[in-house]
């Protein structure tokens, strides 16, 4: 997904400009990758982010910079405006 001459050795692959997210297979995995392509590349990296549970989480590491904290504060106050149970209660 990064290097535009090699997508096409993967007919399936359907991304028509550069990749702007990447989904890794595990936590590990994911922060391997995290620090290389922030590192290398210059890029920004937002989360942990986690998917799929039954109340909004959002994870700051001890390490994180004001930037993130404030990044992850506004996907907090996000999820709570749009989660379902929040939008009920408030209509009650």
Known sequence: ALEPELRGNYPF???PGPANVLIMPAIR???ISTKLVQGI???TVLGPVLLGLSKPVQI???S???SQILTMATFAAH???TEPCVKAEAAE
């Open 13 to 15: 692959m359907r991304l």
């Open 41 to 43: 590349g210059g890029a």
């Open 79 to 81: 999820d709570v405006r």
């Open 60 to 62: 700051c590491q001890l």
């Open 64 to 66: 994180a910079s004001v």
């Open 29 to 31: 995995s994911a922060s």
